[in-house]
């Protein structure tokens, strides 16, 4: 076997909900587009939470990320209560995955929009902010919670999106941040923008305070290409932003660490839609297009991409996106599978 | 005089940039609709600020603000670095002023908006989570803000959006927060919202996790009503919510407190449009009609509301409202007020 031919290991989990059905539909594209990988599966989330791992995910399983580098993660379900913290958080702060990138791209006409020109990519910062989980209850009546922006994550981050600008052709990057309130927090991250931006002369910079830029998002997202921000404003407007190109349930992303990658939908695990041959893959497979990027498979990624867009133009649509007089046929899950399959 | 005709003090501060056209403007318009206020006019930000007052504020104009307790104020530049704080957010803190009610109400067809039928009203708490400016540099790499949610402060702003729904005959209120990642100081958010909510058993309630629930807001405001959250979400969601309705030169804003109130556009001072009878001065006046209804002469905030609504429906636009084929005549500051005057 040639060095080119060679499969790369990946970790998958199938997660809950529609899990295991966009998975599936996920991994037959994929596969028969020619990805050379090895899928690894992992189970993660509620059952082992019950055992007894209080992150949801077994010692094997670690192993098996920290060995692959590469993780492709259906939705999970969040259990109810106690000291349960978001699985998704776990991972990204233990394998540092201090990038979330969500590129939000309309297809129009053929998935219904109000803003059919958006190409919007947000990066947002993966590990700081308050997602520390550094809480407490001070009194009865009081409590607190604990916002982080270090110059090193800052730098990481800010980097990292002109270097995709740089990448990807884009031509600039916008920085979302509220200094004007946050002054030392912010305030900082502002500055590092600035002072990063200086390395990237071919790119355009521009701030804005994250209010009115978020209303500028929402009202004219052309005048927007990478727009980078702290995590919590990044966790709202790129759900914001996702939305606006017609449906949370195509975009995909990528939380990308030094050593580690973890690819997933942005949508949920939809538990009500489950096990029906109902959910649209279309968010688990983009981010596994990423996927295929990120291990240096561009030619599969590209296949799969254009499959999926020519099938999309072909009205083959799920329930979520399909539109009277635009729409050819209503498909489920494995069928809209099929259909990208035949393209390929 | 009887007591019905008794005027009423106000405090006013002109502002910068457009604030004074715009406060010229309004006020002309509340006069000649027969407010009966008496106008006390203070002077406030870098004049004072530069005097030596931190806060942009003089001891005098705190005194007329105590003693009036009712303020309606234009937009102000916020003085450029150094140790001045926002002085929105002083004023806001020191009067305890703790609620933010900034209706977004869509005026269509006569003002362009993708969301014809909106009409959502953001209560935003207004003195708690990160505007408390505790904020520190830990190293020269490390920067921390303290986020603040308390039992008092919560339970106030959830019962004023729960009561002003009822004053409006507003059907249901919905709290946005992020209580799976800050799950002790927006779980403490939720909770009081949950057990303020049982003493409305007429008013509908709602939750959403502020990802999608803000991606919902974007796609389909028809889906709310009073929506209630933290402050910075608040801030951000109000930002957008106004842009949504076509513009956020039309949304006032109304900040209470349990003695003093502030009343302002959510716009800023703009100082490149200053000086030139081009800013539309509907943010303050619709602002001003809330003052109005707060101070009790529902009567002229009633022929206020009504004369500004036939302007805006004969088509007597300012430039930033103002489209080809809707709009009647261009006009400026000055000419709008007249035409409002005319209407009234
Ligand atoms: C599930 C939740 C913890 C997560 C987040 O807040 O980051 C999600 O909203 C996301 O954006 O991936
Ligand atoms: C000017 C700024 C401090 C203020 C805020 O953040 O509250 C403004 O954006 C607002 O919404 O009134």
Not at 25 to 32: D, K, V, W
Not at 129 to 142: F, L
Not at 215 to 237: C, H, Q, R, S, W
């Given at each position: ?16 909900g529609i ?9 037959r594209?994929?596969?028969a ?6 899928p ?16 949801g ?17 259906a ?16 991972v990204?702060?233990t ?6 990138v ?6 129009y006409?053929?998935v219904?929009?109000?803003h059919?020109?958006?190409d ?6 993966n590990e ?8 407490h ?5 009081v ?7 270090t110059?090193?994550?800052t ?11 740089r990448a ?12 004007n309130?946050m002054?030392?927090?912010?305030g900082?991250?502002?500055?590092i923008f600035?002072?990063?931006g ?12 994250i209010?009115?830029?978020a ?9 927007f290409?990478?727009?980078?921000m702290p ?6 407007l790129?759900?914001?932003?996702a ?5 949370v ?6 939380n990308?660490g030094e ?6 939908a ?16 279309s968010?688990?497979?983009l981010?596994?297009v ?14 799969v ?10 009205g ?6 399909y539109?009277e007089?635009?729409s ?6 494995r069928e ?5 399959i035949q393209?390929?």
């Amino acid at each position: 076997m040639t060095e080119e031919n060679k499969k790369v290991p990946i970790t998958v989990a199938y997660g809950d909900g529609i899990g295991p059905e966009i998975m599936d539909a996920t991994l037959r594209i994929i596969m028969a587009a020619g990805a050379r990988i090895e899928p690894e599966v992992i189970e993660i989330g509620e059952k082992a939470y019950l055992e007894g791992f209080s992150s949801g995910i077994r010692p094997e399983a670690w192993e098996s990320l920290r060995r692959t580098k590469v993780f492709l993660k259906a939705p999970i379900t969040t259990p109810q209560g106690g000291g349960y913290k978001s699985l998704n958080v776990t991972v990204r702060k233990t394998m540092g995955l201090f990038a979330n990138v969500r590129p939000c791209v309309s297809y129009y006409p053929f998935v219904k929009t109000k803003h059919p020109k958006m190409d919007v990519v947000i990066v947002r910062e993966n590990e700081e902010d308050t997602y520390g989980g550094i809480e407490h209850q001070q009194t009865t009546e009081v409590t607190q919670c604990l916002k982080l922006i270090t110059r090193p994550g800052t730098e990481k981050i800010i980097r990292y999106a002109f270097e995709y600008a740089r990448a990807y052709g884009r031509k600039k990057v916008t920085c979302f941040m509220k200094d004007n309130i946050m002054k030392i927090t912010d305030g900082l991250f502002h500055k590092i923008f600035d002072e990063v931006g200086q390395e990237y002369p071919d790119i355009e910079k521009e701030t804005w305070i994250i209010d009115i830029g978020a209303a500028k998002l929402v009202d004219t997202p052309e005048m927007f290409d990478v727009v980078v921000m702290p995590n919590l404003y990044g966790d709202i407007l790129s759900d914001v932003a996702a939305q606006m190109t017609g449906s949370v349930g195509i975009a995909g992303s990528a939380n990308i660490g030094e050593s580690v990658a973890m690819f997933e939908a942005i949508h949920g695990s939809a538990p009500r839609r489950a096990g029906q041959n109902l959910a649209n893959p279309s968010g688990l497979l983009l981010a596994a297009v990423q996927m295929l990027v990120h291990i240096g498979q561009n030619d599969v990624a590209t296949t799969v991409q254009n499959a999926w867009l020519k099938t999309i133009e072909d009205g083959i649509h799920t329930y979520d996106i399909y539109q009277e007089g635009i729409s050819k046929q209503k498909v489920g899950t494995r069928e809209f599978a099929d259909a990208v399959i035949q393209r390929l």
